[in-house]
């Protein structure tokens, strides 16, 4: 199993950005999907999860601006990413609790990071 994150780039503040990952491989089900964001010297930080059946959280500094989705048919989570500010640079994660397939405990996978740049 694992998880495929891209979208990510340099774009100027005010702009937007659309981030997608796919969980592939022998899975029986995916649960809670989200995104987390880490700059060099900070934890790594939650953006926002959604869940199987929809329900989604965001962290405060990205409500309202940022919508989370996922296509559960695809194993795909999406971040849509508007209003960009510098403060929004970081590293972002893609992260998932998946059942795989012929396993009986879930297990938590982070994807690789996709750098997102807010600069003018």
């Known amino acids: 199993v694992q998880l495929q994150a891209c979208g990510g780039g340099l774009v100027q503040p005010g702009g937007s950005l659309r981030l997608s990952c796919k969980a592939s491989g022998s899975i029986f089900n995916v649960y809670v999907m989200g995104w987390y964001r880490q700059v060099p010297g900070k934890q790594r930080e939650l953006v926002a999860t959604?869940?199987?059946?929809?329900?989604?959280n965001y962290a405060d500094s990205v409500k309202g601006r940022s919508t989370i989705s996922r296509d559960n048919a695809k194993n795909t989570v999406y971040l849509q990413m508007n209003n960009l500010k510098p403060e929004d640079t970081a590293v972002y994660y893609c992260?998932?609790?998946?059942?795989?397939?012929?396993?009986?405990?879930?297990?938590?996978?982070w994807g690789q990071g996709t750098q997102v740049t807010v600069s003018s």
């Open positions: 959604i869940s199987s059946g929809g329900s989604t």
């Open positions: 992260n998932a609790d998946i059942l795989p397939l012929g396993s009986s405990m879930r297990r938590n996978y």
